[in-house]
């Protein structure tokens, strides 16, 4: 089992730029499928990105694609989320998650879960 915690949440202006990241701790990181997840107030979670071991093949929302990079370092067993030209609309609870099986962009594929952190973007 894989344990996941998030960091690097916060408050930015619109237009402006965060970057997340998941430490993992476990054996599994180095064959897992990763994801980024976000629940934005008052709506379910939905898939942002995620990636394989290697870096690629890479996944997007429409809403993130061209804005958002996934990236891991395995070495360090990290996972990182680059957000860019941040909307409102972006403001979320970021999870970072674990895939088990099942549809890539699906919130029931995924076995394990971050804490989350949060990300404000004002207008």
């Known amino acids: 089992q894989v344990q996941l915690v998030e960091s690097g949440g916060g408050l930015v202006q619109a237009g402006g730029s965060l970057r997340l990241s998941c430490t993992a701790s476990g054996r599994t990181f180095s064959s897992a499928l990763m994801a980024w997840f976000r629940r934005p107030p008052g709506k379910e979670r939905e898939f942002v990105a995620a990636n394989t071991w290697s870096g690629s093949p890479t996944y997007y929302a429409d809403s993130v694609k061209g804005r958002f990079t996934i990236s891991r370092d395995n070495a360090k067993n990290m996972v990182y989320l680059q957000m860019n030209s941040l909307k409102p609309e972006d403001t979320a609870v970021y999870y970072c998650?674990?895939?088990?099986?099942?549809?890539?962009?699906?919130?029931?594929?995924?076995?394990?879960w971050g804490q989350g952190t949060q990300v404000t973007v004002s207008s």
């Open positions: 998650a674990a895939h088990l099986s099942g549809s890539v962009r699906d919130v029931g594929s995924y076995a394990v």
